[in-house]
């Protein structure tokens, strides 16, 4: 993914030079476009004074503009802090911060609203960026002194604060730890304030990013939100096999993809019969042992005959349970499964327009018809060259 400033010219890539931190807000993971920005405001109306800033990790946040500066997007600000004042970035100025804050329940008329400073000027760049390169080689050691305290948690990020007065650190963990130790020793080692948050697995994903087995960027980390609990029930409905190395994802956690489809599974189950429910036949009791949702098929066993399946539709399966609440049997189920004719019969098309890949190389030529063919050249040669005559006179 890239911007019309990260696209290519004349074959060679642009990029907007500004070393991880797009200038237009486009390469980033949860963005919107502004398709407001070429559009004056009608006489009398006034920018809305609220700005959307983003910050490490696509954490954003947003503040109020009651300087009235003039700022757009890919402008570096210092906005107000708990304590000092923290660096970041603008992602969206005008109407759409009107849109995204009452989508996030954002309230816009109070008094404890955060405040833009200024414009970040070149020495809060400077302490911004050398504070940022403390953040890697500080998580190694941390995540050494937890190991030695014998913490069960994870660090996974630190995130400084622009004027480099604090450090956030975050830290994954699956019951409640006790680090007050920790915190004095960071404190101690790294000479700055402190603040520990913890979040989620799903969340650390998210922060982190990375590529999924379908190939893609996690979706957590570029566009998903809401992070909804997914349960095992959700694979079974899909009949996909409990492997947890296959429907876990980079978080530890079953794939929030599971949930994607099963709206469409549990509309198409509806027609299907419970698959608890046994079928009453003159031959014996059917119980079902396996069902398809795509064709609307299923298959059934006599107990006791439990390597014999029969195969019937839905319907077939509907009308033998309402039979047998009428306290009727069927003779038997093969009368239901002779209808069901299954086509093996493969049949493949070709898509491409082409009649073979190999369509341009020259046949080959085996080599003993070419071997043959040398022979019988010399075969020729043989009887077309002269022979010598003795003309010598006695």
């Avoid at 502004?34 to 809305?48: I, Q, V």
């Avoid at 080689?137 to 941390?142: E, H, L, R, S, T």
């Avoid at 630190?158 to 007050?180: L, P």
Wanted: net charge positive.
């Amino acid at each position: 993914m890239a911007c019309a400033s990260c696209s290519t010219k004349d074959g060679q890539p642009k990029g907007c030079k500004n070393n991880g931190t797009c200038g237009t807000d486009s390469c980033n993971k949860l963005t919107v476009f502004d398709w407001l920005s070429n559009m004056s405001l009608p006489n009398g109306e006034k920018p809305f004074n609220w700005v959307e800033v983003r910050y490490k990790n696509g954490r954003k946040e947003y503040y109020h503009n009651t300087e009235n500066l003039t700022l757009s997007i890919g402008d570096i600000v210092a906005t107000q802090a708990q304590s000092g004042h923290d660096i970041g970035m603008v992602t969206l100025t005008g109407e759409l911060v009107r849109v995204q804050m009452k989508r996030k329940s954002v309230p816009e008329n109070i008094e404890e609203a955060l405040k833009i400073y200024r414009k970040a000027s070149q020495k809060d760049i400077d302490i911004w960026s050398a504070a940022r390169d403390k953040e890697e080689p500080m998580k190694v050691k941390a995540r050494q002194f937890a190991i030695d305290l014998n913490l069960q948690m994870k660090i996974s990020d630190i995130e400084f604060q622009g004027d480099a007065s604090k450090a956030t650190f975050y830290y994954t963990a699956e019951d409640r730890v006790d680090f007050r130790e920790l915190i004095k020793v960071f404190a101690r080692e790294f000479r700055t304030r402190i603040e520990m948050k913890q979040v989620g697995f799903r969340q650390e994903a998210a922060r982190l990013g990375g590529i999924g087995s379908c190939g893609r960027e996690l979706c957590c980390s570029t566009w998903l939100t809401d992070f909804r609990s997914v349960s095992t029930s959700a694979a079974r409905y899909q009949q996909l096999s409990l492997n947890p190395q296959k429907l876990a994802g980079q978080c530890g956690k079953l794939k929030c993809c599971l949930n994607y489809e099963l709206d469409t599974y549990m509309d198409a189950l509806k027609s299907f019969p419970k698959t608890d429910i046994k079928l009453q036949t003159e031959k014996g009791t059917a119980v079902c042992q396996k069902t398809d949702i795509f064709k609307g098929h299923l298959w059934y066993a006599y107990e006791g005959e439990w390597m014999n399946w029969h195969k019937i539709t839905t319907e077939q399966a509907n009308e033998i349970i309402e039979l047998n609440n009428k306290n009727k049997k069927v003779a038997s189920l093969e009368e239901f499964a002779s209808n069901v004719i299954e086509d093996t019969k493969a049949e493949f098309e070709n898509v491409v327009g082409q009649d073979s890949l190999t369509r341009f190389d020259g046949p080959k030529r085996s080599k003993k018809r070419k071997t043959n063919k040398n022979r019988n050249n010399r075969n020729k040669n043989r009887k077309r060259k002269p022979q010598k005559t003795n003309n010598d006179p006695k």
